[in-house]
């Protein structure tokens, strides 16, 4: 790293009470983040709802495997990059600097990002066959492998446009701005929906194949979004065009955080390859019934968990940064207790709830009672897992605002032995279900080692406060688990036609919301007040 500016000494007194500030405001920048997540999930759940009605299984499995090649690489590159480089290097420059130093150094990473991501882009459309037989091989030789490939090669532009959002996104939230990177998002939906209403029936009168609907869709969605942050960027003054100069020593010291990622890339490339080959030989439907289990556990993980973790990021980088190790650990078991106060509920509901849901939300048109019963089959082992996601979606900024990217690399090598054990082991007597078994377990394994690690680099992680605080909505979420599930099985069958299949999942969603905070109150849950208290705060203002 090249030698940080030298930081004015703070009286103790003056940094515990920067940090509880910073604290506070956590929660209300992961509200902003979480609303905008949340609009973008339901527009998810309406987007996927249109797909599972209006494409067959052929189509929704070509085109999940066709999205996941250059979705993988956008999570790497674009997303992983900004958490493990762009922010804790821009909150530096910011903390150290201001704006005068930082823009010039975000304009020059930009330029690193945009020369990354065509040459990938481009690399991804001239090896689109062989990179779909690297992800399903069991396609190969029939139709669905070709309709794959044409997929993956139309969609493959949308890592550029990700890319370029998740840039923006880095700027913006380094200066504490989160609405419109939280709400950008949503705009994906909207072109896939869009695409599918308008273009489906006039693409197949032209003999193109349906699920091509899909991949404009998804390529409208990615331009959207980075349409939508230029104004929030403009006004801060981190929109102008990307320098190519790759001398700075910043933009030298981003990349050397980068780089453990190359290897940290083959790592969960090499997961993602096993998972969906896996799928594509386990007969038509695995990949769709696995795919929509991971977009119903992507809800809860999106609304708070993430929500929190792009909150905390830049304050975790700003202590560590200044050295103020006690408000990063102190900060950084904040937001894991507010992570598992939603994610262990969550956990909860979604394996005592799992088939009621899915009916509810996805049963209709070519989702048969068969694709609801299989997706809640994986989802119990998927959706039981969120709360070690969750978790691990905590500690993996901890490492990257300290400047350590390998642990978690090497962490991952670790998980990804743990999932293909798992894996070879269970995918023949559980079929698509022991993929799911092994994503959960896999993960698990991840979260106790990614702890061990943290803890023996920063000493004291205020563990008892987590576990108190864990053990209190464990209990919360037991009773509203219990309740809610008997309600559920009462329900089942009592109510002929559409609304007899949606009342089990409608109403028993509710009642267990309702009796996980009333138990949460009960109990003494001080983060039911820290999530209220913003709500409360607005509310009093009108």
């Not at 990354?116 to 481009?122: G, H, N, S």
């Not at 792009?310 to 507010?338: C, I, Q, Y």
């Not at 269970?426 to 080692?449: D, K």
Request: hydrophobic share 55%; glycine share 10%; charged share 15%.
């Amino acid at each position: 790293m090249t030698e940080p500016d030298r930081a004015e000494p703070r009286a103790v007194g003056s940094t515990a009470s920067e940090g509880s500030k910073e604290r506070e405001k956590i929660v209300g920048r992961a509200g902003i983040v979480g609303a905008g997540t949340l609009l973008s999930r339901i527009l998810g759940f309406g987007r996927d709802a249109v797909i599972a009605a209006l494409f067959t299984r052929r189509e929704t499995d070509a085109f999940w495997v066709a999205l996941t090649i250059p979705n993988a690489l956008r999570q790497l590159l674009a997303e992983g990059a900004v958490s493990s480089a762009v922010v804790p290097v821009l909150s530096e420059r910011l903390a150290k600097g201001g704006d005068e130093v930082a823009r010039p150094f975000f304009a020059r990473a930009r330029g690193v990002s945009i020369v990354a991501l065509l040459v990938v882009t481009l690399l991804g459309i001239v090896f689109a066959r062989e990179l779909t037989w690297l992800f399903a091989s069991g396609y190969s030789g029939g139709e669905k492998f070709e309709l794959t490939t044409s997929l993956t090669r139309v969609m493959f532009p949308y890592i550029l446009f990700m890319g370029t959002a998740a840039l923006g996104m880095a700027a913006l939230n380094a200066k504490r701005r989160f609405a419109v990177a939280a709400f950008a998002p949503a705009l994906f939906s909207v072109g896939i929906v869009g695409a599918a209403f308008l273009l489906r029936e006039p693409l197949a009168e032209r003999g193109i194949d349906p699920a091509m609907t899909l991949a404009i869709g998804v390529l409208a969605g990615g331009v959207m979004q980075v349409v939508a942050q230029i104004p929030a960027l403009r006004k801060i003054g981190y929109a102008s065009l990307p320098r190519f100069d790759f001398r700075d020593p910043h933009v030298r010291e981003m990349l050397k955080r980068i780089l453990p990622m190359t290897f940290g890339l083959g790592v969960y490339y090499v997961d993602l390859v096993l998972s969906r080959r896996f799928l594509s030989e386990l007969g038509e439907g695995a990949q769709s019934w696995f795919s929509w289990a991971s977009r119903l556990c992507d809800l809860p993980q999106g609304i708070f968990v993430m929500a929190i973790s792009s909150a905390t990021l830049p304050s975790l980088a700003t202590f560590a940064a200044k050295n103020e190790t006690d408000e990063l650990v102190t900060t950084w078991a904040h937001g894991m207790r507010l992570a598992m106060f939603v994610a262990i509920p969550c956990s909860v509901a979604l394996v005592v709830l799992g088939e009621p849901l899915v009916v509810l939300l996805f049963e209709r048109g070519h989702f048969d009672p068969e694709s609801s019963h299989q997706t809640a089959r994986a989802l119990a082992w998927q959706g039981g897992a969120i709360f070690t996601v969750a978790a691990t979606r905590q500690l993996v900024p901890a490492f990257h605002a300290l400047g350590d990217t390998r642990t978690p690399v090497v962490v991952s090598a670790i998980d990804l032995v743990a999932f293909i054990v798992l894996a070879l082991a269970l995918r023949g007597p559980l079929g698509h279900v022991g993929i799911s078994v092994a994503v959960a377990g896999s993960s698990a394994v991840q979260m106790v080692l990614l702890f061990v690690g943290l803890r023996r680099r920063l000493g004291s992680l205020r563990g008892g406060e987590i576990a108190a605080s864990g053990v209190r909505v464990l209990a919360a979420s037991a009773i509203a688990g219990a309740a809610s599930g008997a309600l559920a099985y009462l329900l089942t069958g009592a109510v002929p036609g559409s609304i007899g299949r949606a009342l089990p999942g409608l109403a028993s969603a509710v009642l267990f919301g309702v009796l996980f905070l009333t138990s949460a109150w009960g109990l003494g849950a001080h983060e039911l007040a820290e999530v209220a208290a913003p709500i409360r705060r607005r509310l009093r203002r009108r």
